[in-house]
């Protein structure tokens, strides 16, 4: 009402270019694949397994981040774009069956891809002249495109996951699509590494590659990541399908965040976007290098970026090296001499920069400093809560979920 008042559009109407409009048929009920193949820009690979029991049968998705987004001219890719996209393994105690098979995520349904296609390229804003026939043709009628590794397994029941006390038995669905389930967007050989492995890794690579310093075998055409409002409505023509609602469109009177501006995504009525396997771990993501990037850029305009660039310049790649072995082994470091305290004072430096980035290694790291710092303030809580050995098998989660689950406390 304040903005009214003051004859302004409020920040969260839709007349500001949040308009998203409503999902058609020809969008609905896609299948991973046939999602991807859709998509002008892809962000990411994946790594899809697909775990099958006696009687069930579930899908779960590893997304593995591209360092550009790639943006496509025609649609749908070719069968060998689509490789270089998934990769795709199968569990179970016996190889799939054409059953299985049709009822797996990564079914390509031709008349499907086609029926989307020439949808969006109707009233899609960002899809004209993009349909290869040849590229169409070249996917059966109804089949997986990409070829499978097997591995043999009796039950695709995820021990990590399961109670102490619960009976081992099949997940997943026994007929008709099986529940896909993503499980993470990471780097390809980061994952299990500590804040200093990571930045010793970098600075080896760093020294080791003077002039090389990030080459990706890439297509020459790529599209902003960020201040491109067409990013997501490219990315999720399924979610986006008149291809408004971007981030930082021109219909946006008063900016309201990127952030909060997926916050509106995620809280849309209808929760496609929630229901959505992979849209908020990409958006993430997203969020994820622009405070890496924003953190990059502040440090290149500190007052020590010359003695950080000196330290770079003059590091010794032998006590680097003998730095990166020990950080790997999970060694403590104590530098010794110059050198070493010179490498240990870069990595500080790198690590200054990761801090200021949700999720990372870094920001973790100072989270569990804050928390050990405020129980040697006021002591320690009197009591803890364990949830183990996952915590979306506690009913609070389950209920929070609304996935109906009756819960009544007894204290």
Known sequence: MDHLGKNKL??????????????????KDLRFAEKLLIAQVRHSRCLVKVASGRYKMKANIMYFSNPIDKIYDILPPGKDELDEMIAFMFTGPSKPTPEQLRDM???????????????????HKDYQDIISDENLSSYEEEAVPVAYEYQQQEFNKDT??????????????GSGPCPVSVHGLTGEDFGNMTSHEMCAAALKHLKENKKIILFVAHDEKSVLTFHNPSLFPMMYPHLF?????????????SKIGQTAHKRFYLMYHDKHFQFDPSFSIIAFNVEQMKQSNDSGFIITHCKNID????????????VLDDMYIQFKNKERVVPANKQEKSCLQLIHDVDAAASHVQGSVTSKKYMRND???????????????TISPADFNHPICLYFADVDQEYKPEI
Request: proline share 7%; no cysteine; glycine share 8%.
């Open 10 to 27: 409020p920040p969260n109407a839709l007349a500001q270019g949040l308009w998203i409009g409503d999902i058609p048929d020809e969008l």
């Open 105 to 123: 995520p990564l079914l390509v349904r031709r008349a499907v891809v086609k029926r989307a296609l020439e949808w969006l390229k109707l009233n």
């Open 160 to 173: 990590l996951t399961s109670g102490i006390n619960e009976e081992i038995e099949d997940e997943g669905t």
């Open 241 to 253: 399908p008149y291809g408004f609602s971007g981030i930082n469109n021109s219909m946006q009177t």
């Open 307 to 318: 003695n950080i660039a000196d330290h770079i310049r003059n590091i010794d790649s032998k």
């Open 371 to 385: 928390i050990w710092s405020l129980i040697n303030k006021i002591g320690s809580p009197s009591w803890f809560i």
